[in-house]
């Protein structure tokens, strides 16, 4: 089978590699395309360290290609599945207590780790969820992105009488949105790029804010809200941050969900945080429930993700698509490791 390898700082390979067998308990999954992710994207620029050569790629959607021995799900050679490619140990503090994204040993030396982007990978059925054929590959292809955010706003106690904020309106910030609008709930979002915004309209966004221009304090009230119930900040920096504090209501929660570079501090009043009984929390990564409410989401066909679909490149053109990737004003692009994966970009449209 081919592969595509990152084999040092800014450069890729296709190679070639055996096909790998299922074990026992284990499906092989031919992959039709692999999703390009923030993680993928430091690790091609060497902004995030890893030990070369290395096949990455985690945004996988495919088809079943065969089963191991001792496969309990009802899965049949053809169906469409994506794959939620995270090591959980099953006995860790964290796993037993169905926190697993925080699991202690998901990064063990000697685990297999990404693998996304080959034709074939071979992984526990566990980690095989069956979706919707009428989804598509693309779009199924974002399923793992959207359980984080599923993960995100389970950090909060979301309801629907609700005003969320969504800080960021990149692949992220637009995912969140896409299930805040599919629950019902009103959602401003906040970027300083006009075009995003823009975007974030299309998308449902009920108000946008440009936070380079507008007060934002004023933009919402403008909205018709004086103050959010939920912030979710996914774009990094001290200002995004800052904002989340200063447009978070009584009783609200602030998602902090994007990683930011480091040395970043931020300066709070822990009065603010008494008085109005603030929630601050982190979010990382997604539980087996976040991906299977992820591909319950999917499954509805109602969140429009192809419009977060900024191009798709073929596996030979892998390198062009990492460098393509590293571009801050395009949305997701995907590898498809086979042809059809083109042929539905065209139909399906994108960004
Ligand atoms: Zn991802
Ligand atoms: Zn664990």
């Given at each position: 089978m081919k592969a595509i390898e990152l084999i040092g700082p800014g450069r890729v390979e296709v190679v070639e590699k055996d096909r790998p067998e299922p074990g026992e308990g284990e499906?092989?999954?031919?992959?039709?395309?692999?999703?390009?992710?923030?993680?993928?994207?430091?690790?091609?620029?060497?902004?995030?360290?890893?030990?070369?050569?290395?096949?990455?790629?985690?945004?996988?959607?495919?088809?079943?290609?065969?089963?191991?021995?001792?496969?309990?799900?009802?899965?049949?050679?053809?169906?469409?599945?994506?794959?939620?490619?995270?090591?959980?140990?099953?006995?860790?503090?964290?796993?037993?207590?169905?926190?697993s994204n925080q699991c202690s040993n998901k990064f063990n030396p000697g685990l297999p780790i990404l693998g996304g982007m080959a034709q074939f990978v071979a992984r526990p059925a566990r980690e095989v969820f069956a979706i919707d054929p009428e989804v598509g590959f693309l779009r199924a292809s974002l399923t793992e992105p959207l359980s984080d955010c599923v993960h995100s706003l389970m950090r909060t106690h979301l309801s629907p009488e609700m005003k969320?904020?969504?800080?960021?309106?990149?692949?992220?910030?637009?995912?969140?949105?896409?299930?805040?609008?599919?629950?019902?709930?009103?959602?401003?979002?906040?970027?300083?790029?006009?075009?995003?915004?823009?975007?974030?309209?299309?998308?449902?966004?009920?108000?946008?804010?440009?936070?380079?221009?507008?007060?934002?304090?004023?933009?919402?009230?403008?909205?018709?809200?004086?103050?959010?119930?939920?912030?979710?900040?996914?774009?990094?920096?001290?200002?995004?941050?800052?904002?989340?504090?200063?447009?978070i209501g009584t009783l609200g929660t602030i998602v902090l969900y994007s990683a930011n570079p480091k040395g970043v501090k931020i300066e709070l009043d822990p009065n603010f945080i008494h008085y109005k009984e603030i929630t601050i929390t982190g979010s990382e990564g997604r539980t087996e429930k976040d991906f299977h409410q992820a591909v319950s989401l999917q499954n509805s066909r109602g969140l429009m993700l192809e419009q977060l679909i900024s191009g798709v490149f073929v596996l030979d053109e892998a390198q062009r698509a990492l460098e393509v990737s590293l571009d801050p004003s395009l949305y997701r692009i995907i590898v498809a490791m086979d042809e059809s994966a083109i042929t539905e970009f065209e139909t399906i449209g994108g960004a």
């Open positions: 499906v092989l999954v031919r992959i039709k395309a692999c999703a390009i992710c923030t993680l993928e994207r430091r690790l091609f620029t060497g902004e995030q360290a890893i030990s070369y050569p290395i096949v990455f790629g985690h945004e996988v959607s495919g088809v079943v290609e065969k089963m191991g021995k001792g496969v309990l799900s009802d899965f049949q050679p053809g169906d469409p599945v994506v794959l939620d490619l995270l090591n959980r140990c099953g006995e860790c503090l964290y796993c037993r207590t169905g926190r969320v904020l969504m800080i960021g309106a990149g692949t992220m910030g637009l995912l969140h949105l896409a299930i805040v609008k599919h629950y019902g709930m009103f959602c401003a979002v906040s970027d300083v790029n006009e075009s995003k915004l823009a975007k974030a309209s299309r998308f449902g966004a009920d108000c946008v804010i440009n936070a380079a221009k507008d007060d934002p304090v004023e933009a919402v009230q403008r909205a018709g809200f004086d103050a959010a119930s939920i912030a979710i900040v996914t774009a990094p920096g001290k200002e995004a941050v800052e904002e989340a504090f200063r447009l």
